[in-house]
């Protein structure tokens, strides 16, 4: 089990750039694979980006793809969302998940495949 903490919300205006981070603890977190989510206001909580456990698979939501980047950096146990031209309808809690993986490849894009999750932080973007 790893703990994460997410960072890196705030306001920012349509267009803008935001960089979230996902924090994790313990020493094994080179074999967990990690997932971004986000929950818009009054609605479902969806998708976004998914990182395999080495870094070097990433699956994104397709309306997402263009626009954002996962990435990890196991040496600081941390995965990163470097969100860009973010729009209104991009405003939501954002959160970060993970889960071990014995599977090399392994992206989950569903909430229900992770096991830890952070406690989300906002992001909200102004027209």
């Known amino acids: 089990q790893v703990q994460l903490v997410e960072s890196g919300g705030g306001l920012v205006q349509a267009g803008g750039s935001l960089r979230l981070s996902c924090a994790a603890s313990?020493?094994?977190?080179?074999?967990?694979?990690v997932g971004w989510f986000r929950q818009p206001p009054g609605k479902e909580r969806e998708f976004v980006a998914a990182?395999?456990?080495?870094?070097?698979?990433?699956y994104y939501a397709d309306s997402m793809k263009a626009r954002f980047t996962i990435s990890r950096d196991n040496a600081k146990n941390t995965v990163y969302l470097q969100m860009n031209n973010l729009k209104p309808e991009d405003t939501a809690v954002y959160y970060c998940?993970?889960?071990?993986?014995?599977?090399?490849?392994?992206?989950?894009?569903?909430?229900?495949?992770?096991?830890?999750w952070g406690q989300g932080t906002l992001v909200t973007v102004s027209s």
């Open positions: 998940a993970s889960r071990y993986s014995g599977a090399y490849y392994f992206t989950g894009r569903a909430s229900s495949e992770y096991d830890d």
């Open positions: 990182i395999n456990r080495a870094g070097d698979t990433e």
């Open positions: 313990g020493r094994t977190f080179s074999m967990y694979a």
